[in-house]
């Protein structure tokens, strides 16, 4: 089996579109070993225990420094011999050990198509406040290695949406949502797995 590690901060609604892959035989020869989480109170870690699989809670409020807090990190994906580490929505800067440690082998979904509406503050739906306000015709997700900036490692998939007249915010987070984010993550899982990147 291929083992993968999700980090989350909320909902774990990408996370639930990989349990759902794997479940429907999309991605097979893949299992999460571990659902790390920078937040005691994320309902994705409602959805990893409800499927039995493992858990942790890495909040910066629980340790005296990012360095202990990235030391118990990487040791739990040591633990657990994971080979790809998925960032979903997870808002923690990956430190240089694991950066070093992982490297190739993390990858993060981002609500846009990067280059654009990328890097410092661009994350949930201030991401999607910015397309609307630069009011332009397409977004879309991207699947991209993680490296020490943010949001600048290269990209693997993109996907495109169209922003209608109508959309708010929070109707166009949505529509990327389920119409790239869900379909292009475990694409990308299926092709490390698979040896393809």
Known sequence: ???IAVLVSGGGTNLQA???SIESGGLKGVEIVLVASTNHNAYALERAKKQGIDT???AKKDFESEVAREAVLLQLLLDRQVQLVV???CLMIIGENIVKSFENRIINVH???LPNFGGKGFHGLAVHEAVLAAGVSTTGATIHFADKGIDT???ILQKEVV???NDTPEILQKRVMEDAEWQI???AIAMFAEGRL
Request: proline share 12%; net charge negative; aromatic share 4%.
């Open 1 to 3: 089996m291929y083992k």
């Open 18 to 20: 990989i349990i759902d």
């Open 56 to 58: 942790a809670v890495i």
């Open 87 to 89: 960032l979903c929505g």
């Open 111 to 113: 609500p846009a198509l």
């Open 153 to 155: 490692g290269e990209i």
């Open 163 to 165: 922003v209608l007249p």
């Open 185 to 187: 993550l475990p694409q």
